[in-house]
């Protein structure tokens, strides 16, 4: 019978002990569950698709000059548009998703500033 030290044990008892620590410290983390909201500048819109989460706001900027838009054509089923707000710190009109679907938009801008915007939002689980 081979007899072991009890240091030699007790080296490898710590040994896996820190490789098992190590190795949970390894594992990747869930990743969280948050909903970013998207944030585009009205000089982007123009023409394009945009894609956003159901939930997600998607910001329209610069503030400044977009919080008179309007939104005159939207699927209400599919988005929500929230007029900004002209007050001492400018707030930018949003489109918030609610269900899955397409839509296509249409921004006016009731003081001329801005000329007519036409896009396409599609809103995804």
Same mark, same amino acid.
Do not use: W, Y
């Given at each position: $019978?081979?007899? #072991?030290?009890?240091?030699?044990? %007790?080296?490898? /008892?710590?040994? #896996? =002990? /820190? %490789? @098992? &620590?190590? @190795?949970?410290? $390894?594992?990747?983390?869930? =990743?969280?569950?948050? #909903? @970013?909201? =998207?944030?585009v500048d009205v000089a982007d819109l123009d023409g394009k698709t945009i894609t956003i989460s159901v939930g997600e706001v998607l910001a329209i900027q610069p503030a400044d000059r977009t919080h008179a838009l309007r939104a005159v054509q939207v699927d209400a089923d599919v988005a929500?548009? /929230?007029? &900004?707000?002209?007050s001492s710190d400018a707030i930018a009109p949003e489109i918030r998703g609610l269900t899955p679907g397409k839509t296509s938009i249409v921004l006016s801008d009731p003081t001329g500033e801005i000329e007519d915007i036409a896009f396409t939002l599609t809103v995804k689980r």
């Amino acid at each position: $019978m081979i007899r #072991t030290p009890k240091s030699v044990v %007790l080296l490898v /008892v710590g040994f #896996t =002990a /820190v %490789l @098992s &620590g190590c @190795s949970a410290d $390894m594992s990747p983390s869930p =990743a969280p569950s948050v #909903t @970013s909201d =998207a944030v585009v500048d009205v000089a982007d819109l123009d023409g394009k698709t945009i894609t956003i989460s159901v939930g997600e706001v998607l910001a329209i900027q610069p503030a400044d000059r977009t919080h008179a838009l309007r939104a005159v054509q939207v699927d209400a089923d599919v988005a929500e548009f /929230v007029q &900004g707000s002209n007050s001492s710190d400018a707030i930018a009109p949003e489109i918030r998703g609610l269900t899955p679907g397409k839509t296509s938009i249409v921004l006016s801008d009731p003081t001329g500033e801005i000329e007519d915007i036409a896009f396409t939002l599609t809103v995804k689980r």
